[in-house]
């Protein structure tokens, strides 16, 4: 093992682990807004790549289709509910329509435009809308209702949730995996080292992403009210935040981040319908690095299990998975040993 | 009133005896969803092209999805036994899937026609035949083209299952044999976003030429991984790879590889002189006019394999019993050991009391990617 060796790896690794710090972030983000433990965090990132994947073929993806279905199902809900506090129709109605109404536009785009073969950048743009979109109206089916259910009772729901977007991923996209073309194809050649274009590209994106996410909870209005809820959602109720708008705007970020970084690792592997749930399992173990509250712990965990994961590879490549799992363990008696840790509803 | 609900009782007990006894039942395992299923619903594909009787006995086909699972197959395959009262298992597709299965067939004495080239340990596949080649007889091809190449030294990089597994051991063995040496052995799975710390490391122990042992369109990652890191020698996949998938997803990358394969897939390009090329050609023209040109695969050769050893067995066994009954099911097995050579879409097999493998070595046909389409080579 020499010094081309080590600097390839730790490439390789920061690669990956810009990906899994993403996904760390969102899953913290999640967490700590509606104490959910997001575990189909992944599946937005195979839902991203394989959307654009379908996209690239000029079909319509499936995805669009349970977008829609999934949009009518939330809008009946939102009439049904605002119905059953007002006995007001027109009300009722138009909060039914509100709930429809992105969902709807992105997905008529998506279909008009799917036949059309646009360029790579407009099929990106076109992808994030959609998964985007799925965000807050998973939160809406799956979790609202439960709000105020005990964390576990969220984390069965999270597994329901996870098994049901891997089933329905088989259904849309197949069972074999699809590799997206490259957004920049160049490549850097720094002695032994060579720099992919989609590298810098991902290193870049997640940089940029982490940056604005800090600034957005720093300085906007609306960021510090997600923070409020964080701390203290019954706090933040009685301060007029409402805690079903600060969950599905945490569901829409966090399946904004995870569509992102299916773009950004689709070029580089194959994805497959199934492959987000590792992806984002890496991204929950540097969750728990960073205590499932803090981003920047979070961050350094996701690299440094990036870099363990390369490393693990090179050395034993048949224990791989389980050097990165077995890590989590002497964090946790760590973290439970030297924590003081504090919970607040 | 008790009266007429057991009476109720006794005439569906009977229905259901009635009809059990007069058909020909086959429980179908497959992964029709999970990792295998790029496997498992291809045969699931052909399975609904199979005929309706066999021998003049009527079929009736349960396909139940194990999920790659192996703690599900095991729970389908004793509810096969026990509630459906099978006469042959057919499957599990994925290697880790179909052992367990073996084992229930084993122990309940029905026969099972494995889709996966399951490795067994001695005296415990009485029950088991195997459809595929098994991975021996897959690289006694690979090896002879290997020999032919003047390779001498190979780099391993294979999935962390079964699969992987008992492609490492028969691979090495069939290679000593010849004087090649497998120099460096590296692992990965098929979900990994990345294989570059493998393909570093495999590139710098320098082998004349790299196996992978993949399956699908999973086979393509770790090839272009290796290309990525500028090595110039002969890259092999092994027959769970010989799908268009390699070339969908591999693209330019993967041109120039060695593929072994069974016959069924290049059907065309097959010699007149080659004994499955009638039946392959039936098997290819069968499949894609249902699903599409291109289509074809291995594994739906299998399923389609597998009616045809019926078709032969099946009246050599109606001599002795009915079917349903564990006689028809020992008599069944007793003919897929007795019927002699068989003429598959996927080469000639011939299973024996002591053989449940059957094909013979010159079954493996090495194929190579030019211009994203196979070349026989």
């Keep these: ?345 | 009133m008790k009266f007429t609900k057991t009476l109720i009782t006794a005439a569906a007990a009977l229905a259901i005896c009635g009809t059990a006894l007069a058909d020909i039942t086959i429980g179908v395992v497959a992964p029709l969803t999970g990792p295998a299923s790029g496997l498992g619903i291809p045969t699931g594909n052909q399975v609904k092209l199979w005929p309706t009787s066999i021998a003049g006995e009527k079929l009736k086909v349960i396909v139940l999805d194990d999920a790659t699972d192996p703690t599900n197959g095991t729970k389908i395959a004793k509810r096969f036994v026990t509630e459906d009262k099978v006469d042959v298992i057919m499957g599990s597709v994925a290697t880790p899937v179909a052992i367990p299965v073996a084992a229930v067939a084993e122990e309940s004495g029905t026969p099972q026609l494995s889709w996966s080239p399951a490795v067994l340990p001695p005296g415990k596949d009485k029950w088991t035949f195997r459809m595929p080649q098994s991975n021996a007889v897959m690289a006694h091809a690979m090896v002879g083209l290997m020999k032919k190449q003047g390779i001498k030294t190979v780099g391993f990089l294979g999935y962390t299952d079964a699969y992987g597994e008992s492609w490492l051991k028969d691979f090495t063995a069939e290679a000593e044999k010849n004087g090649i040496k497998v120099i460096a052995t590296e692992r990965f799975a098929r979900s990994d976003t990345s294989v570059t710390a493998q393909a570093l490391k495999l590139t710098s122990a320098n082998p004349d030429a790299m196996l992978i042992v993949a399956s699908g369109s999973g086979a393509a990652m770790p090839h272009m991984a290796i290309v990525d890191r500028g090595y110039k020698g002969k890259i092999y996949q092994t027959h769970a790879a010989a799908s268009r998938d390699l070339m969908r997803v591999g693209g330019k990358a993967v041109e120039g590889a060695f593929v072994v394969s069974g016959p069924a897939v290049i059907a065309e390009q097959l010699p007149d002189s080659h004994p499955s090329k009638k039946v392959a050609t039936e098997f290819v023209v069968q499949y894609e006019k249902a699903y599409g040109p291109g289509s074809r695969n291995q594994f739906a050769g299998h399923a389609y394999d597998s009616i045809l050893v019926l078709e032969k067995a099946v009246p050599i066994a109606l001599k002795k019993a009915k079917p349903g009954t564990p006689e028809f099911r020992a008599a069944l097995r007793d003919a897929f050991e007795t019927m002699g050579r068989t003429t598959l879409s996927h080469g000639v097999l011939n299973w024996t009391k002591d053989d449940h493998w059957g094909y013979t070595n010159e079954t493996g046909v090495m194929l190579k990617v030019v211009n994203g389409d196979w070349k026989v080579e």
């Design chain 1, 1 to 345: 093992m020499d010094l081309s060796i080590v600097s390839i790896l730790m490439l390789d690794g920061l690669t990956n682990g810009a990906v899994y710090a993403l996904l760390g972030l969102a899953t913290v983000l999640v967490f700590t807004v509606t104490r959910v433990i997001f575990i189909p965090q992944g599946e937005f990132v195979a839902y991203g790549a394989l959307t654009l994947a379908i996209f690239q073929t000029g079909k319509v993806p499936g995805t669009v289709w349970l977008l829609l279905l999934m949009a009518v199902l939330a809008a009946v809900m939102d009439v049904r509910l605002t119905w059953q506090h007002t006995r007001n129709a027109p009300k009722a109605l138009k909060a039914g329509a509100l709930t429809l109404l992105v969902p709807a536009v992105v997905s008529a785009i998506s279909i008009w435009a799917a036949p059309r073969q646009f360029s790579m950048l407009v099929q990106a743009l076109l992808t994030v809308g959609v998964v985007t979109s799925f965000g807050p109206l998973v939160y809406r089916l799956a979790y609202q209702s439960l709000a105020d259910a005990s964390s576990l009772t969220l984390l069965i729901v999270s597994v329901g949730v996870h098994f049901a977007m891997t089933g329905l991923g088989l259904l849309f996209f197949g069972a074999e995996g699809f590799r997206n073309p490259s957004f920049w194809d160049a490549r850097f050649n720094l002695g032994p080292l060579a720099l992919t274009g989609q590298a810098i590209i991902i290193i870049g994106v997640s940089l940029a992403l982490i940056v604005l996410l800090w600034q957005f909870f720093e300085h906007t209005l609306y960021g510090k009210a997600l923070r409020a809820t964080a701390v203290n959602r019954l706090g933040a109720r009685l301060m007029g935040i409402s805690s079903h708008a600060a969950g599905q705007a945490t569901f829409a970020m966090a399946a904004l981040i995870g569509a992102l970084s299916g773009l950004l690792i689709g070029p580089t592997t194959t994805v497959f319908y199934d492959s987000g749930f590792l992806i984002g399992l890496k991204g929950f173990v540097a969750a728990v690095i960073g205590g499932l509250h803090s981003y920047p712990v979070a961050a350094v965990g996701a690299l440094f299990v990036g870099l363990v994961e390369a490393f693990g590879s090179f050395w034993a490549s048949a224990f791989k998975e389980v050097i990165v799992f077995t890590l989590i363990l002497p964090i946790l008696v760590w973290r439970s040993v030297a924590g003081g840790h504090s919970e607040e509803h």
